[in-house]
């Protein structure tokens, strides 16, 4: 099956720094969303991006479905934005999220 | 965007004691799922719930177990029956909503439970 990889694992940054958070996937995929687990555990829906490149404030997202990967841009990071960022890509055969291992991202005041 | 809401939103149970959580939508929707995430882990899917059919159970989930209700487009409930310690996670109803550009998937805030 399809297989989703993250990088990195962990990250630590002070505020007002920014990041650039991967996901790689293994097969050719119609549907890709980031995802912001905060520290009290909610999922928050960051973009829906199967292919193309969106903005939503201070984060931007990229994915280039023939390259199989996706790319998490936050630009001058706040506090606030710390938490675990998953990939979640939609697999073929089950139509099923597949996950990503997430990315662990602390931001230090 | 679905709106959905989870009760209760943490609960501390003690071992061999059932818990049963509930999931309402703003809207209706086909397709809900109840996923399982163990502490510093990724979510794993427990059971895809359709409305007017069985829940279809991922390899390592049963029924006994984690028996689910569907009794209509907006509501869900998750029971997890005969608690161990090893059931201590994060339980999440989620919601697939389709749109001109695709399927877009949605989460409730959680279940935290512990068990002791």
């Known amino acids: 099956g399809i297989q989703v990889e993250q990088s990195p694992p962990d990250l630590i940054l002070q505020e007002g720094a920014n990041s650039t958070l991967r996901c790689n996937f293994s097969?050719?995929?119609?549907?890709l969303q980031w995802f912001h687990q905060n520290p009290w555990g909610q999922l928050i829906n960051l973009f829906y991006?199967?292919?193309?490149?969106k903005q939503n404030g201070r984060l931007s997202a990229t994915t280039v479905a023939t390259e199989r990967y996706s790319l998490l841009y936050i630009s001058s990071s706040q506090t606030t934005d710390s938490g675990v960022y998953f990939c979640a890509v939609l697999s073929d055969s089950n139509y099923q999220l597949i996950w990503g291992a997430g990315t662990k991202l602390i931001i230090k005041p | 965007s679905a709106v959905i809401s989870q009760k209760p939103s943490r609960d501390i149970c003690q071992r061999g004691t059932s818990l049963t959580i509930q999931c309402q939508v703003d809207s209706q929707v086909t397709m809900m799922f109840w996923y399982r995430q163990q502490p510093g882990q990724s979510l794993t899917l427990i059971a895809t719930a359709n409305q007017g059919s069985e829940a279809t159970y991922e390899s390592g989930f049963v029924i006994d177990k984690f028996p689910i209700s569907r009794p209509n487009l907006t509501f869900s409930t998750l029971t997890v029956s005969n608690m161990s310690p090893e059931d201590s996670s994060i339980y999440l109803c989620?919601?697939?909503?389709?749109?001109?550009?695709?399927?877009?998937?949605?989460f409730g805030p959680g279940t935290r439970l512990t068990v002791t």
């Open positions: 097969d050719s995929v119609n549907n």
């Open positions: 991006i199967p292919s193309g490149t």
């Open positions: 989620s919601v697939r909503q389709g749109s001109q550009i695709g399927y877009e998937q949605y």
